[in-house]
């Protein structure tokens, strides 16, 4: 079964990019933001290769490309972290009925939770904890409204990502990493 999208939907989707590096032009070369945005522009995480060359660059500290790394190779586990923690707050979400019935709107929950990590990632990795776009929140807000997501779901799990992730980490580096993903979440729960 696959969910028809209103055409306002299709419109707001493209729209919805809520990472930026503008900023970064102030403290980073061209070449790698532009490997993040590249990244970004293709939909995925940071790769091997992309990780080397910000460690050969000397340009962010080493601890924030390993922490962004490892996330990375954990996102299937975290995400199922994530979702379970969801499921367990509200256990009828995905029944019929539910806000995320059919399967396919539950799937592109969990999918926004993979993005949410990809993003949170990049801003670690680029060691900006300022990393989201005002404009592409506002539209994915537009987004979520047109779509009915329920805001407090999404907000549950974002904050499930940000334990199943730190629980990865140190307490010392638990309280570096933090800040990334409460910036996700406090401009999440600005969303009406």
Not at 33 to 62: C, H, M, V, W
Not at 124 to 148: P, V
Request: aromatic share 10%; net charge negative.
């Amino acid at each position: 079964m696959n969910i028809e999208l209103t055409e306002k939907a299709k419109q707001l989707i493209p729209l919805a990019r809520i990472v930026s590096f503008k900023s970064w032009r102030e403290v980073l070369p061209t070449d790698i933001i532009q490997l993040f945005q590249i990244a970004d522009d293709e939909g995925r995480y940071l790769t091997d290769k992309d990780l080397n060359l910000l460690k050969s660059s000397l340009k962010l500290p080493i601890f924030s490309i390993e922490a962004a790394s490892l996330l990375g190779e954990k996102t299937g586990e975290i995400v199922d972290e994530a979702r379970e923690k969801v499921l367990a707050t509200y256990p009828d979400i995905t029944a019929k009925g539910g806000d995320l019935y059919p399967p396919d709107r539950a799937e592109a929950c969990w999918r926004d939770f993979w993005h949410f990590l990809r993003c949170i990632t990049y801003g670690i990795a680029g060691n900006s904890k300022e990393f989201t776009s005002n404009e592409g929140l506002h539209y994915m807000n537009l987004l979520y409204q047109e779509l009915l997501v329920p805001l407090s779901a999404m907000v549950c799990g974002l904050e499930a990502i940000k334990t199943a992730s730190l629980k990865r980490f140190s307490f010392e580096e638990q309280a570096e990493l933090a800040p990334y993903f409460d910036h996700l979440v406090t401009r999440l729960k600005e969303f009406s």
